[in-house]
Structure formats: structure tokens, C-alpha cells
């Protein structure tokens, strides 16, 4: 099976930074894209940033220019540089990942269990 376990979340002020990490553990046999979405209270789920096994990147309007997503391959990790936090950025952030699994298998997404980003204004 697979698991994906977040960290770097925390409690931050505004104008501040956290880097966020995922790493895949588990049966896998190869990674396709890696990403990150977030929920705040009362809203729904949105995408934050992806990237692909080719390293193209697409993001939210709304963390353009202050967020920047990267993977280390041979780590199976996908990490979220976060600058200049706002108190509208806090919420869950979860890792979603698509992979194969083993040969033969269908590729699958998988969704971490999430870190909680708060920022104070």
C-alpha cells in the first residue's frame, strides 16, 4: 500500500514562510504528478500547485508568484515553498499524488491526511 505523510505546517504570522513536504512510501513503481490542495472551514477543496513528472508546474491564481512547488524523485517528495503567508492562505493542505503502484496495475491517486497552515494577520 501507500502512504503519503505530510510536515512543515504550523502556525505563522503574516508576511511569513513555511515549506511544506509529502513523501510517498510504500509499493510504488512509478510517480506521475504530485501536488498539493487545500481546504479552509466552510469552503471547498482547491488546487494549490501540481507538478509533473516533467517538472511543468501549474498553480492557483492566488498563490501565484508567492508559492513554488518541486519534487525530488529518487526521495518520492514533493515539497511547497509558501512565502509571504496571508491569513487567507490558512487552511488544510493536503498532498495528492498520482503513481502506479506496481506493474501491471492502474495508475491511482492518493491524498495525504493533511497539516494544518495557520497564519495571524
Known amino acids: 500500500q501507500v502512504q503519503l505523510v505530510e510536515s512543515g505546517g504550523g502556525l505563522v504570522q503574516a508576511g511569513g514562510s513555511l515549506r511544506l513536504s509529502c513523501e510517498a512510501s510504500?509499493?510504488?513503481?512509478?510517480?506521475?504528478?504530485m501536488g498539493w490542495y487545500r481546504q479552509a472551514p466552510g469552503n471547498k477543496r482547491e488546487l494549490v500547485a501540481v507538478i509533473t513528472s516533467g517538472r511543468s508546474t501549474n498553480y492557483a491564481d492566488s498563490v501565484k508568484g508567492r508559492f513554488t512547488v518541486s519534487r525530488d524523485n529518487a526521495k518520492n517528495t514533493v515539497y511547497l515553498q509558501m512565502n509571504n503567508l496571508q491569513p487567507e492562505d490558512t487552511a488544510v493542505y493536503y498532498c495528492?499524488?498520482?503513481?502506479?503502484?506496481?506493474?501491471?496495475?492502474?495508475?491511482?491517486?492518493?491524498w495525504g491526511q493533511g497539516t494544518q497552515v495557520t497564519v495571524s494577520s
Open positions: 495528492n499524488t498520482n503513481l502506479w503502484p506496481y506493474l501491471g496495475a492502474e495508475p491511482s491517486d492518493y
Open positions: 510504500g509499493t510504488i513503481f512509478t510517480i506521475n504528478t
